[in-house]
T-cell receptor, first 116, second 114 residues
Framework: AQTVTQSQPEMSVQEAETVTLSCTYDTSESDYYLFWYKQPPSRQMILVIRQEAYKQQNATENRFSVNFQKAAKSFSLKISDSQLGDAAMYFCAYYSSGGSNYKLTFGKGTLLTVNP | GAVVSQHPSWVICKSGTSVKIECRSL??????MFWYRQFPKQSLMLMAT?????????EQGVEKDKFLINHASLTLSTLTVTSAHPEDSSFYIC??????????FGQGTRLTVV
């Protein structure tokens, strides 16, 4: 079974600074997707960024970028120029597309605080 | 964009009654939908995966007879909590998969059983 590990329960960053959230996963599959979701206090899950495992190039979305290391099974999220609105719970997720057994599995999350 | 609508956003019910939660993909066809349960300050726990027209696949430890899932069409999946008890009180979230490459979430349903 696939597992997703986020080793940082909480992180804090100063406004305008950069922060990196860690995520590792365990899988025997070669084809899969990885995501970072943001959950603000409203509890609405918001997709931040996605990465296809077959792509070597790291995904980037404005101030958000990932460092995808497939061999190491690592998928960290970097937030540049942090803003107060970035404060939220961040979840790393693995989407298994092995055969017909589709499954979206989450890590335990990292609570990000942005200090003014 | 891809929009998933979940209804109701909150519900209070009496112990022993059943509650149905709907999850609709509004602008795309979702062959697979996921149902999650989330306790306060915790992660999303996958309850089951449903595919249109077939039986749902439940995660270990999730009672099939208690949490009935129906995926009747490519845009609608429902979760029915049967004979609800206070311990079933939680936040339930659905997610719809778009071509098995992305997953979009509903707003969630806060269920309180009294």
């Amino acid at each position: 079974a696939q597992t997703v590990t986020q080793s940082q329960p909480e992180m804090s960053v100063q406004e305008a600074e950069t922060v990196t959230l860690s995520c590792t996963y365990d899988t025997s599959e070669s084809d899969y997707y990885l995501f970072w979701y943001k959950q603000p206090p409203s509890r609405q899950m918001i997709l931040v960024i996605r990465q296809e495992a077959y792509k070597q190039q790291n995904a980037t979305e404005n101030r958000f970028s990932v460092n995808f290391q497939k061999a190491a099974k690592s998928f960290s999220l970097k937030i540049s120029d942090s803003q107060l609105g970035d404060a939220a719970m961040y979840f790393c997720a693995y989407y298994s597309s092995g055969g017909s057994n589709y499954k979206l599995t989450f890590g335990k999350g990292t609570l990000l605080t942005v200090n003014p | 964009g891809a929009v998933v609508s979940q209804h109701p956003s909150w519900v209070i019910c009496k112990s022993g009654t059943s509650v149905k939660i709907e999850c609709r993909s509004l602008d795309f066809q979702a062959t697979t939908m996921f149902w999650y349960r989330q306790f306060p300050k915790q992660s999303l726990m996958l309850m089951a995966t449903s595919n249109e027209g077939s039986k749902a696949t439940y995660e270990q430890g999730v009672e099939k007879d208690k949490f009935l899932i129906n995926h009747a069409s490519l845009t609608l999946s429902t979760l029915t909590v049967t004979s609800a008890h206070p311990e079933d009180s939680s936040f339930y979230i659905c997610s719809a998969s778009k071509q098995h490459t992305e997953a979009f979430f509903g707003q969630g349903t806060r269920l309180t059983v009294v």
